[in-house]
Every structure is written in C-alpha cells, then in structure tokens.
C-alpha cells in the first residue's frame, strides 16, 4: 500500500466561475488559471500521482498546453485515475481538506463527493471532504484565494 498527498492553491478574481471538486458554486468570485482552476480536484490528482510515484500534476498537463485551457479538472483526474491503474494500483479512499474563508461548502459536500467518486470509479464513501478555514488569518483568510489538500491510500 501507497500514501500520497497533493497540496493546491489558486487566487479568487471576479469574472470567473467558482468550480471545487467538479462542481459549480454561485459566488461572487472563481478561480484563476489555466483550466477551470478546480483547487480540490488538482489536490486529489497530485496526491494519486504522487502514491503512484508519477511526478506531479504540472508535469502530465502543463499549463503551457494550450489542449489544457479551460479544460475541466475532472478530464485531469479521470486520466489521473487511468495512469494509477496502468501501474497496477487501485485507489482505497482519497481524504480532503478545502480552506476557504468563503463560500459555505456543506452544501455541496455530497454532490463534490460523488462527482469526484465516479472520476476516479470508486464508491463514494470511500472519498470524505472536509472544509475549513483560516479563522481570517493569511491569504486564504482575507479570501485572496482558496487551498485544497488531499491524503489518498492505493494498493
Ligand atoms: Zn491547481
């Protein structure tokens, strides 16, 4: 059995849509960056990659790929989920931690699990999400951005 972890943060700007975890949360501000920004989602495919021993996210979709723009994170993680298995693992359970000082994730708790279960073709309790945040500390607190991390097990 393999432990991997994946850390992400992106910068909140107006004009773009919120995407955490393969879904669309109504607020104010989104993401920035090259594909559609999606924190949670590119938290989980650094630490599959890096239970797996691939590398890391920027080294299998460089940003720099114009096939990449505004793609959507769950594409990345489904071929995430295809390299794992090429190597001959499964996945046993991915944990998460979102930090935001804003929007309430709660209530999209459910529908991100489920997305993010059949990306990566597992049940969905073996996939939790957890959010918190910075108590109004540092750049996640101020609400300049929001930060993601993930723990997954293969075998
Ligand atoms: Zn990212």
């Given at each position: 059995m393999r432990i991997g972890i994946g850390y992400d943060v992106h910068r909140l700007v107006a004009g773009r849509k919120l995407?955490?975890?393969?879904?669309?949360i109504p607020f104010g501000k989104g993401l920035l960056g090259h594909s559609d920004a999606d924190v949670l989602t590119h938290a989980v495919c650094d630490a599959l990659l890096g239970a797996?021993?691939?590398?890391?996210?920027?080294q299998h979709f460089p940003d720099t790929d114009p096939r990449f723009e505004n793609i959507s994170s769950l594409t990345l993680l489904a071929d995430t989920k295809t390299l794992v298995r090429q190597k001959g693992f499964s996945i046993l359970n991915?944990?998460?931690?979102i930090f935001a000082e804003a929007p309430k994730i709660g209530p999209y708790r459910n529908t991100m699990r489920e997305i993010l279960a059949a990306a990566v073709e597992v049940n969905p309790e073996c996939i939790?999400?957890?959010a918190t945040t910075t108590e109004g500390l540092g750049v996640i607190g101020r609400g300049e951005g929001i930060a993601a991390m993930s723990v997954v097990l293969i075998d």
């Open positions: 995407v955490l975890g393969g879904t669309t797996a021993g691939l590398g890391d996210i920027g991915i944990d998460t931690t939790n999400i957890k």
